[in-house]
């Protein structure tokens, strides 16, 4: 609900402000003719407003939307936005507001925006169908009109790029065009590949077949290869670009760029792949042994912090079932062998005793039922019992299987010798043991960051360097919530859960902006490229699955209510590859599961 709620001051700030009104109704709208329209929220959705309302009456502030109308500046001399495909009306007040608000000198900040437009033909035909100025209204968006002297396959492509026109129109701003210099496909450069993003850039309806030129077998600009699954795409992404490098004169590494909708699940298939040496011929008839250089750009903090990493599974493992491959995760990574000594061989030994006791999940009986299982003192496949049954085992002589100490059987077959690689395993299970139990109650940010703090130094080592990641992350969480809005923030009692979800949001974010221009072959998420230039542009693991938009949410009232501007899933998909299309200088290559 909270989210939904900071989702609505982004997305609809209108609705916020009608709603700090008083008013329970929608975002206004304009009609076809630029009227106000208001739209009252209906019986089914009045829950919403009537939370809202509480909610803001307890934390006595007002919304974002108020907030950011009551702001007076001062604002930075001059703010350039560059590279966007459109603004929302939300972005189009802002920079309006902006504009407006005074510098330390005393005078306006200086705003200019640039847009990213594909092709000005059809530019020119929208901006006569462009709606009536209405000055703070948004036009609702309607369904798709055909244009019968359009492509229609580029039309639907560009559908977002319309909507951004029609909405800067709407909002009585006369945008300036500045027309890039047309590339026309002739005898030498007529690929398939430059063919295409003429037709992008023009407009135009596809020739019949009489008016097309014949289609070149040996024309490689376009090449679409489907595979059986994410593991052979990166393999035949591999071959393809090595082809490319033998073909393209003069190509270089970051002249190449891969582009994924699922760069985390294809990350590892092409390290894998791009990792191996590969044999070639020399042009003077001698093989040499070569590799492709590649750097995977989207990388979460956890993916590139060992120390991060191991956070995130302690986070994950306290408060759940903690089941074998949960505890192993912890206690078998790299950071906690080091810091307790132990190798592989120690790490099988704990396996072999892990599968011998039957260890399968839960710390003890009683926080099993936590877990689910509705019945008392029932010790069997926890840790705890585990873990007794191979000290004892340990120390005792082998015999007929029988209850001892506590009515626990000691594990046979276990050797003196074995004490010294359980020692750790035990201490590293009574360090979670420790952190579990308290996950059941609730407590200040600080504190919990605190205990983490804590848990990490007694697994890792509190000196090692390489949790400086993690602790940073904690700091700035404590941090966050010592300047949190409201009476005492820092003292208020917080669930594990709770606490538990926004860490584990903040070890998975990127790190920071991630780089187009790595100087090697660069992969990354499917991100708008809008024009930035490479001479091979590959899109990998482009499958259905991957790209499907998202159902939406019944109970989102921004997401029913659609307006011109809104971010859509579908519409950024289509974008997106387009802007792999026109940013292709020599071949596009194309890779997905079928």
């Known amino acids: 609900i909270a989210d939904r709620f900071d989702h609505y001051h982004f997305r609809r700030p209108a609705m916020m402000l009608e709603w700090e009104a008083g008013s329970a109704a929608l975002s206004p709208e304009a009609d076809s003719l630029g009227s106000r329209v208001d739209r009252p929220l209906s019986q089914r959705d009045r829950w919403q407003f009537d939370l809202w309302q509480r909610v803001r009456k307890a934390?006595?502030?007002?919304?974002?939307?108020?907030?950011?109308?009551?702001?007076?500046?001062?604002?930075?001399?001059?703010?350039?936005?560059?590279?966007?495909?459109?603004?929302?009306?939300?972005?189009?007040?802002?920079?309006?507001?902006?504009?407006?608000?005074?510098?330390?000198?005393?005078?306006?900040?200086?705003?200019?925006?640039?847009?990213?437009?594909?092709?000005?033909?059809?530019?020119?035909?929208?901006?006569?169908?462009?709606?009536?100025?209405?000055?703070?209204?948004?036009?609702?968006?309607?369904?798709?009109?055909a244009d019968s002297q359009a492509d229609p396959l580029v039309v639907a492509w560009l559908r977002g790029t319309r909507e951004s026109q029609w909405l800067l129109a709407s909002q009585g701003h006369d945008v300036s065009h500045i027309a890039a210099a047309a590339t026309v496909p002739t005898a030498t450069n007529a690929s398939l590949l430059s063919r295409m993003q003429q037709t992008v850039a023009s407009g135009e309806l596809p020739q019949?077949?009489?008016?097309?030129?014949?289609?070149?077998?040996?024309?490689?600009?376009?090449?679409?290869?489907?595979?059986?699954?994410?593991?052979?795409?990166?393999?035949?992404?591999?071959?393809?670009?090595?082809?490319?490098?033998?073909?393209?004169?003069?190509?270089?590494?970051?002249?190449?760029?891969?582009?994924?909708?699922q760069i985390a699940r294809l990350a590892p298939h092409l390290e894998a792949a791009f990792n191996r040496e590969v044999t070639g011929a020399e042009q003077a008839g001698t093989n040499a042994r070569l590799q492709l250089p590649l750097l995977v750009a989207d990388r979460g903090i956890r993916e590139v912090s060992p120390g991060a990493e191991l956070l995130a599974a302690i986070i994950e493992l306290a408060g759940s079932r903690c089941s074998v491959d949960a505890m192993l995760a912890v206690a078998a990574h790299p950071l906690v062998l080091t810091h307790y000594g132990c190798d592989e061989g120690t790490i099988d030994s704990w396996q072999q005793c892990i599968e011998r006791t039957k260890i399968r999940w839960g710390f003890d009986a009683a926080r099993r039922r936590r877990g689910g299982l509705d019945c008392d003192n029932l010790p069997a496949h926890t840790w705890r019992l585990g873990l007794e049954r191979m000290l004892l085992g340990a120390v005792m002589p082998d015999g007929d299987p029988e209850p001892v100490l506590g009515d626990v059987v000691p594990l046979r077959s276990v050797a003196t010798a074995d004490i010294q690689s359980l020692a750790p395993l035990i201490t590293i299970v009574g360090v979670l043991d420790e952190l579990d139990s308290e996950s059941a109650k609730s407590r200040p940010v600080g504190e919990w960051c605190d205990l983490l703090e804590r848990t990490l130094g007694r697994l890792a080592g509190e000196t090692s360097d390489d949790l400086a990641t993690p602790l940073l992350e904690l700091d700035s969480l404590r941090q966050a919530a010592a300047t949190a809005r409201g009476t005492a923030p820092a003292d208020v009692p917080v669930p594990w859960h709770d606490l538990k979800t926004m860490l584990a949001a903040r070890l998975a974010a990127p790190v920071g902006q991630q780089p187009l221009r790595t100087g090697v072959i660069t992969a990354t998420s499917l991100i708008p490229l809008r024009g930035v230039p490479f001479r091979l542009v590959c899109l990998a693991g482009y499958d259905d699955d991957a790209v499907a938009p998202q159902e939406r949410d019944s109970e989102d009232l921004a997401e029913r209510q659609q307006l011109l501007g809104d971010p859509d899933r579908g519409l950024e998909v289509r974008r997106q590859l387009l802007d792999c299309l026109l940013a292709a200088e020599d071949r596009l290559i194309i890779t997905c599961t079928g």
């Open 59 to 145: 934390i006595a502030e007002p919304s974002p939307p108020a907030r950011e109308r009551a702001a007076e500046g001062p604002a930075p001399e001059a703010v350039l936005v560059a590279g966007l495909q459109g603004l929302s009306l939300q972005q189009i007040a802002l920079l309006e507001r902006l504009a407006e608000m005074p510098t330390t000198a005393g005078q306006g900040c200086d705003v200019h925006v640039l847009l990213v437009h594909p092709s000005p033909p059809l530019r020119q035909v929208w901006a006569k169908q462009a709606p009536p100025v209405s000055q703070s209204l948004a036009p609702a968006r309607g369904q798709p009109q």
């Open 208 to 261: 019949t077949d009489a008016g097309h030129p014949a289609f070149d077998k040996t024309d490689q600009s376009v090449r679409i290869h489907r595979c059986h699954d994410l593991s052979r795409q990166a393999e035949v992404l591999h071959e393809a670009i090595l082809h490319a490098f033998r073909e393209l004169p003069d190509l270089a590494p970051h002249e190449v760029v891969i582009l994924s909708p």
